[in-house]
């Protein structure tokens, strides 16, 4: 008895570490496979600012192709230098939001929309966005409340701009400040190889607007991960991700798998 009861123990020992083992190949080949998808696919991020508002709020995470325009070394978590320039290149298009490493610190991540390609010129004039010398369209639609994280309602003019390929969003614009920087700007010449990215609330974004030493500068092609193009879920500013108890009442259902103009 004891031989066949030490037999069935021995058994059931072996069962037990095939299910461990098993599960351990699960979760290693789980593990390679969000790999492989946030590499090559898409990648997720989180608005930490205001500079994107009224289409992007904070709380709002994220899924950003990297298929879209090829891949650069930036491309691939800590920036390896083994080849330069893009493969499987795609252009990028005016108009697009795109999350890019800073140029002059590449491990943080902005997100920007696209306005100026290489070539165009670019100029700020009473709050006016010209492009290659002519005033780009926009229309005043109203405004933009939120409660801040204070508490505080805050309230922005909004105004609907349509580039000439006829694509429109939504900028917010305070107003015009004589002589401020970002509001009258010289004339912004795109360089080969490189793009002109501004927030679209226009007087809380530091962007291309602003040198390299202070703000973004011109986006160099291969700084540019990928086009943002959905918000798979979305929190207040006073939760976070993990804090599972806070995700009902604290999360903006409406924007739930909402695509990015």
């Known amino acids: 008895m004891s031989e066949i009861k030490s037999e069935q123990m021995a058994q059931d020992v072996s069962k037990g570490k095939q299910k461990e083992e098993s599960w351990i190949s699960v979760m290693i080949w789980a593990l390679l496979i969000a790999l492989v ?5 898409y990648q997720p991020f989180k608005i930490p600012s205001k500079s994107m508002m009224e289409n992007l709020l904070v709380g ?8 879209a325009y090829g891949y650069s070394h930036h491309s691939f978590p800590f920036s390896p230098n083994f080849f330069s320039g893009r493969v499987f290149e795609s252009p990028v298009v005016r108009g697009d939001v795109v999350v890019f490493r800073l140029p002059r610190e590449p491990d943080i ?13 670019i100029q700020m004039k009473k709050s006016r966005l010209y492009l290659n010398g002519q005033i780009v369209k926009r229309e005043h639609v109203g405004e933009f409340k939120i409660t801040n994280e204070y508490g505080r309602e805050e309230t922005y003019p909004k105004y609907r701009e349509t580039l000439p390929s006829g694509k429109t969003y939504i900028t917010l614009d305070d107003g015009w400040y004589p002589g401020g920087g970002a509001d009258d700007t010289a004339v912004y010449l795109v360089p080969k190889g490189h793009y002109f990215a501004m927030g679209d609330n226009r007087d809380h974004s530091k962007d291309s607007r602003w040198k390299k030493s202070e703000g973004v500068g011109y986006v160099p092609f291969e700084n540019i991960v990928g086009r943002a193009e959905v918000i798979w879920v979305s929190f207040d500013d006073n939760s976070r991700l993990w804090e599972f108890w806070k995700w009902f009442p604290e999360q903006r259902r409406d924007r739930m798998f909402s695509g990015i103009n």
């Open 109 to 121: 991540y902005y997100i920007k929309r696209i306005v100026g390609l290489p070539g165009d010129t």
């Open 60 to 67: 709002d995470y994220l899924l950003v192709s990297k298929m």
């Open 37 to 41: 998808f946030r590499t090559f696919f």
